[in-house]
């Protein structure tokens, strides 16, 4: 018979046959445990124990207890004389209803460490032993470098399971004497020791009750043993039939103690009540007892919690569709339809004023494609913010197609208009267009293989609607690959042409300001949203706003209608086109003007070198002519203005002489060998020519 021994191990009735204690088995925790858990509805626990074997068989006791009320104990650490690395290990896997297993003076390391990982408060529970001294978490210990003050931090509102050592009832049993009656004449037998720091003070109660139960099993035994004729004195160890009938006496007791109710079950352990106290504000609290022989819990109802109640025992999940702010959706989509109307109205005054020779020079065609793509990006606003509470998830799978092709197309028709308005002074205009054309085709040719191939449908992720497809990222990559590449050609053209000042493309220079905003991408409605009509609403103003400005403030409409109306002559005339002409004959001038140079350089080699032969024969027949010249004649015979044989004859020239040949003093300096004196009258037409 034992009153202080509470390892589960000496319930093992094959290592201990005759074992009988009137302490209860630290298991008797356990049911009281699992019931609170089904009372505050925790279904996710925690363990950590100190390696020892009394701890680990309670431990291995409750977690199958727990698996058969259907409660899952997901971490489960251990430690031997540091509990950090385990008080770490619950923190990281958020550990919340935490189970602690240990003696007191490793209990105030675990609730050290509890209070650096700041694992206490609202949304942690500890369940700890309720046998420690009331005081034990302030009692000051050299192993721990908390003060007080973080220790009453750290284990405030912790539960504690404890076995009832005490009748907590005035009943006399029988002994004859109340439990109170009992603390009483213990302490007048201890006199001025301090109970508290008496050992064995708390199983006092269950050594009196434990000395009880022998005598009252050995009385039993009297009567049957004289029947058998043996008596107990003729009792020793070796005789198994005394030994049975003092076995049944014990295993049958039931009788009140000065603890409560003695009765043992098959594994010779006392059945008692369990004492459940809360740490409130420094002071342990009686909140419930539990019978686990009949499943009774009285509840007190006095626990207190730090938050609104019972904290749940794992990060709360809940599952609901999340759909968009209807306020913010009518917002946006206010604006969205503003900037539609904007565009309707700066497409009008590009057609209606596409006489006008201010909005000619501008390319009015492409600032319509550009306004045209404005207002389908915009109108891609209305679907990007549809969502499962307007339609039926059935229908999304359409809603998604719509933000797809008006997105990618709209994209295309305003980026492209502008970026081909860079090159107009390059190409052709039928080329301009065609350019916007092909860019088009790419866009609907890719968007209809994405949706034959892959076409996109919803998907809840977690519960929250979004359009995808199986090769999501590999379609977006193509998508956006091409038209990033647009993207960096037209930031590279607008600055490279920023200095260009020509009237006929005074709103390329704004390039950069559409790549720079029509960039912007994001699965948020709100931003993508506001991306959207940032660009298309800087777009419509920077495009068209100065044009109305303009020609408004300067009337420039007013007068080239009223010209019109004097002259009968049509405001159609196409500038463009006579500006092409003109610089095309300017090439062509310029080609003549190369030429025409290229053949003077010739004659003029020519000339020197005949000038040079002419001097080397000159000294040896200079004498005979001096003699025998006549006289020149004062006019030159006009067959000697003739070109000498094998050189074409002067003709008039149909194109027009640079101004370079009309004056020969530029093209023939003072000091050249080309002197009217060193050269032959004859070739002076060639010369010329």
């Not at 950090?84 to 602690?100: F, T, Y």
Request: proline share 5%.
């Amino acid at each position: 018979m034992s009153y202080g021994s509470s390892s589960p191990a000496l319930s093992n009735r094959q290592r201990f046959p005759t074992f009988f204690r009137t302490h209860p088995s630290a298991t008797l925790h356990n049911p009281t445990r699992v019931r609170l858990f089904q009372k505050w509805k925790w279904t996710r626990i925690a363990t950590i124990q100190q390696t020892t074997e009394v701890f680990t068989s309670t431990l291995d006791d409750l977690e199958q207890r727990t698996k058969e009320a259907g409660i899952e104990i997901s971490v489960r650490q251990s430690f031997l004389t540091d509990p950090a690395v385990a008080v770490k290990n619950l923190k990281r896997q958020d550990a919340r209803i935490i189970v602690g297993l240990f003696y007191e003076t490793e209990a105030r390391k675990v609730f050290c460490e509890v209070f650096k990982e700041k694992l206490y408060g609202k949304k942690v529970v500890w369940f700890l032993i309720g046998w420690y001294a009331d005081n034990w978490f302030k009692i000051k210990d050299p192993a721990i470098d908390c003060t007080v003050e973080n220790m009453t931090e750290a284990v405030e509102g912790h539960v504690t399971t404890e076995i009832v050592m005490l009748n907590p009832e005035t009943v006399r049993g029988v002994s004859n004497l109340t439990s109170q009656e009992f603390i009483a004449a213990l302490m007048s037998r201890l006199g001025e020791k301090n109970p508290e720091g008496t050992g064995g003070f708390q199983e006092a109660p269950l050594a009196y009750d434990a000395v009880w139960a022998l005598a009252l099993a050995l009385n039993k035994t009297v009567a049957p043993l004289k029947a058998k004729g043996r008596r107990l004195e003729d009792f020793n160890y070796n005789n198994h039939d005394i030994t049975s009938e003092i076995y049944r006496a014990l295993n049958t007791s039931s009788f009140e103690g000065v603890s409560g109710q003695v009765v043992f079950d098959a594994q010779g352990s006392r059945m008692a009540m369990t004492l459940i106290e809360q740490l409130q504000g420094g002071s342990y609290k009686k909140i419930s007892y539990y019978d686990s022989s009949q499943k009774n819990l009285s509840w007190f109802g006095n626990d207190v919690w730090i938050g609104a109640g019972p904290p749940a025992d794992r990060t709360v999940v809940i599952e609901e569709y999340r759909y968009l702010s209807q306020k913010l959706f009518a917002a946006l989509s206010v604006f969205a339809g503003l900037g539609i109307l904007f565009g309707i109205v700066c497409l009008t005054f590009n057609i209606y004023n596409g006489n006008v020779r201010y909005i000619q020079n501008s390319q009015p065609y492409l600032n319509n494609m550009t306004a045209v793509g404005c207002m389908m990006a915009l109108a891609a606003v209305f679907p990007l913010g549809i969502d499962g509470h307007h339609v039926h998830r059935s229908q999304f799978p359409v809603v998604c197609q719509f933000r797809l092709w008006l997105l990618g197309l709209g994209f295309s028709l305003a980026y492209g208009s502008m970026f081909t308005k860079i090159w107009w002074q390059h190409l052709e205009p039928w080329k301009l267009y065609a350019t916007v054309g092909v860019l088009l085709a790419i866009d609907f040719l890719s968007l209809m293989i994405w949706q034959i191939v892959d076409p996109l449908h919803i998907t809840v992720e977690p519960l929250l609607e979004h359009c995808s497809s199986e090769k999501m990222n590999m379609w977006l990559g193509v998508v956006y690959g091409y038209k990033g590449l647009l993207l960096l050609l037209g930031i590279f053209l607008a600055y490279e042409t920023k200095s260009v000042s020509t009237e006929k493309i005074n709103d390329h220079r704004w390039g950069w300001l559409f790549t720079m905003s029509l960039c912007c991408q994001d699965a948020s409605f709100a931003f993508a949203a506001l991306a959207v009509i940032f660009s298309a609403y800087i777009t419509l103003v920077v495009l068209f706003v100065p044009k109305m400005r303009r020609l408004i403030t300067r009337g420039e409409w007013q007068s080239e209608q009223q010209d019109t109306l004097k002259t009968g002559s049509s405001t159609n005339n196409n500038d463009e086109e006579k500006s092409r002409q003109l610089e095309r004959e300017n090439r062509e001038l310029q080609k003549i003007i190369l030429e025409k140079e290229e053949r003077v350089s010739a004659l003029r080699n020519q000339l020197a070198e005949r000038q040079a032969l002419r001097n080397r024969r000159r000294p040896s027949s200079g004498q005979n002519q001096n003699h025998n010249a006549p006289p020149p004649s004062s006019q030159p015979d006009p067959k000697s203005l003739l070109p000498p044989p094998g050189y074409p004859n002067p003709t008039t020239d149909n194109h027009s002489l640079p101004p370079s040949f009309s004056n020969s003093s530029n093209l023939y300096p003072a000091d050249s060998k080309m002197s009217r004196n060193h050269c032959h009258n004859s070739q002076i037409p060639v010369l010329y020519k």
